[in-house]
């Protein structure tokens, strides 16, 4: 679907309030169907698949807004793409916040011959681009290309030694410079990876944009079960990829009494990896953040409220959530932009545990979802720490 299909989403929506009624019908229905399915795959996939590169994140709204129509009181939009759901009245806010936007490429340069120079959005390693096919979100048309570089057996004895670096590589979609002009393709057309969601052995996922369509769909899920006894607004944010930018915005907007951020985290359970480097393993449950930020530091990131970890930790707790306790290094999340709004935010994270994150071929598994949405809906349902 090209872009164009798409720009309704950016235009300012006014509230929509819900009728009180038409939202209990529907959460009495949405709670028989979970019971029968304890896992709705589709819209994992749906949200997974949806396109939706930082700063370009057209494709997730209107699924979300679907997905919740007659489970919420209140949905808008800004100005900048951010979606805000707000459920539940009381005299404290809670922001939960997911970011919509994914890594991925733009376009920079087209050659005369139609070969595709592009540039990266968000921390896209080199090393797993090459050869992937991808989808060109043309104005006219969605285009599909696949990245190449020079073959193997022309490469002198230095290069084959060396990683292609993303400058060296380029865009092949069997078009010419006028053809895609004409299906709309031109500077600064978003690029996605072509990569399917695909159900793997023992309740395990892979699929592409998991960071953090994963925590899309926990936050969109948790908001059809919880029934709030405070005012809950979450937001789907955008370009957190490029700087946490939707986030900022959005905790200004909001002003709530807690932030708390969804995302993915480094599972480091398999071969390749140190257990003291990345300690988060697959199944056991998502992840409540002590700190994250630079490698050398820690600086430039959250070091979570320590009231807020520990009513989180003693909410999973009581409930029999398992849970894993974080320290983060080399990353972020939109928790770092939410607790430094206004006076500051006393804010948090839960993550949930993913292997190969931004590889495009994210995995994680079904249980640390399922209950991470139990563990959404819990912090929905009780009394805020302050």
């Not at 380029?170 to 996605?192: E, N, Y």
């Not at 996922?205 to 926990?218: F, L, S, T």
């Not at 071969?271 to 630079?294: F, H, M, N, Q, Y």
Request: proline share 4%.
């Amino acid at each position: 679907m090209g872009v164009r299909c798409h720009l309704k989403g950016k235009r300012l929506v006014k509230y929509r309030k819900i009728n009180t009624l038409e939202v209990n019908r529907d959460y009495r229905n949405y709670i028989k169907i979970m019971e029968a399915e304890e896992m709705d795959v589709n819209l994992l996939k749906a949200v997974s698949e949806a396109p939706g590169v930082s700063g370009f994140e057209y494709g997730i709204p209107e699924i979300i807004k679907k997905e919740l129509r007659g489970f919420v009181n209140e949905v808008r939009e800004d100005k900048f793409g951010n979606l805000y759901v707000q459920k539940g009245r009381g005299a404290k806010t809670i922001m939960i916040a997911a970011h919509t936007d994914e890594i991925g490429l733009l376009v920079k340069h087209v050659d005369d011959k139609g070969f595709i120079r592009f540039a990266k959005l968000g921390g896209v390693p080199d090393h797993i681009l090459l050869g992937q096919r991808v989808w060109i979100h043309g104005m006219k048309k969605r285009v599909r290309g696949v990245i190449g570089c020079k073959a193997i057996h022309v490469m002198k004895d230095e290069e084959r030694k060396q990683l292609v670096t993303y400058d060296k590589m380029f865009i092949d979609a069997g078009a010419t410079k006028d053809q895609l002009a004409r299906l709309g393709v031109k500077v600064g057309t978003p690029i996605t990876i072509d990569r399917s969601l695909t159900e793997l052995e023992n309740d395990v996922i892979v699929g592409r944009a998991m960071d953090d369509r994963a925590g899309c769909y926990m936050l969109i899920e948790a908001l059809k079960r919880a029934k709030p006894t405070n005012r809950v607004v979450g937001v789907f944010t955008v370009q957190e990829e490029v700087g946490l930018r939707g986030a900022t915005i959005s905790a200004f907007a909001v002003k709530p009494d807690i932030g708390i951020a969804i995302d993915t985290t480094i599972a480091g359970d398999h071969p390749e990896i140190a257990e003291s480097e990345a300690p988060v393993k697959l199944g056991k449950g998502p992840t409540i953040l002590v700190a994250d930020g630079r490698r050398d530091s820690l600086a430039g990131g959250t070091i979570a409220n320590p009231i807020v970890r520990g009513w989180m930790m003693e909410l999973a707790e009581k409930a029999g959530i398992p849970y894993q306790l974080e320290v983060l290094e080399g990353g972020t999340t939109d928790a770092t932009a939410m607790q430094i709004a206004h006076e500051g935010v006393p804010s948090g994270c839960i993550s949930i545990p993913s292997r190969y994150v931004h590889s495009c071929s994210e995995v994680v598994s079904k249980k640390d979802l399922q209950n991470g949405i139990k563990f959404l809906v819990k912090i929905m349902e009780s009394k805020p720490p302050f």
